[in-house]
């Protein structure tokens, strides 16, 4: 399978702990995004890279979220002192060019804090 | 700010029953509109992207089209493998979609 790749799919945690999560784009994709979608709404942005350098970061990425691209390739998601609030699948999505809307996303990783 | 809104937010059809889904935006230098389909449990699958008023766009039994105001995805007797959700998204600055929160469509045999 050359599709988007997350890790893990679903994660539980108590409130204060910290989590990661891991994309693996597809392998041509320069371009890498993380969403973060609850239940009932569309897919929010959270934050965007080009290679290796984060160009786009939502207001809604707190300081307790942090995104990494350090090789441009595979892409981790952590953050720290989770809240309930925390509670929502996020998607990876990866694209070959810049300013595009055709974005190919993985399956997520559902969190739960407890 | 950029807002998607979608209705309706559910709907139910039985099969060869044709509809529409309605996707209104408000957008300051629209750039690109786009149709997803989820199914429960994935991420979101690519569809359509439409670009300016007046364009159309038609894979299999949906057709997709464009105003200065609003989209709609028209899906033509539809079966029960087209239920899913359909989001609609927007791109105006930067390289990030805004999404609506997307209509539920339940097809029945």
């Known amino acids: 399978d050359t599709g988007v790749s997350q890790d893990p799919r679903h994660k539980i945690t108590k409130r204060g702990q910290n989590v990661t999560f891991r994309c693996d784009p597809i392998s041509e994709h320069n371009r890498l995004y993380w969403y973060r979608q609850t239940l009932g709404q569309g897919p929010e942005f959270l934050t965007y890279f080009q290679n290796e350098a984060q160009l786009e970061k939502s207001r809604l990425l707190s300081d307790r979220f942090s995104a990494e691209r350090p090789k441009g390739s595979f892409s981790t998601l952590e953050i720290q002192r989770t809240e309930q609030g925390d509670s929502a699948m996020y998607l990876c999505a990866s694209s070959p060019r810049a300013n595009t809307g055709e974005l190919f996303f993985g399956e997520g990783s559902r969190l739960t804090v407890l | 700010e950029d807002q998607v809104t979608q209705s309706p937010e559910a709907l139910r059809l039985q099969e060869g029953e044709s509809s529409s889904l309605n996707c209104s935006y408000t957008v300051s230098g629209l750039r690109g509109l786009f149709w997803y389909r989820q199914d429960p449990g994935k991420g979101p699958e690519f569809l359509f992207t439409?670009?300016?008023a007046g364009e159309e766009k038609e894979k299999e039994r949906l057709k997709a089209t464009l105003t200065k105001k609003e989209s709609f995805l028209h899906i033509t007797a539809p079966k029960p493998e087209d239920s899913a959700t359909y989001l609609c998204?927007?791109?105006?600055?930067?390289?990030?979609?805004?999404f609506g929160a997307g209509t539920i469509l339940r097809v029945k045999s």
């Open positions: 439409l670009y300016s």
């Open positions: 998204a927007v791109q105006a600055q930067g390289n990030k979609l805004v």
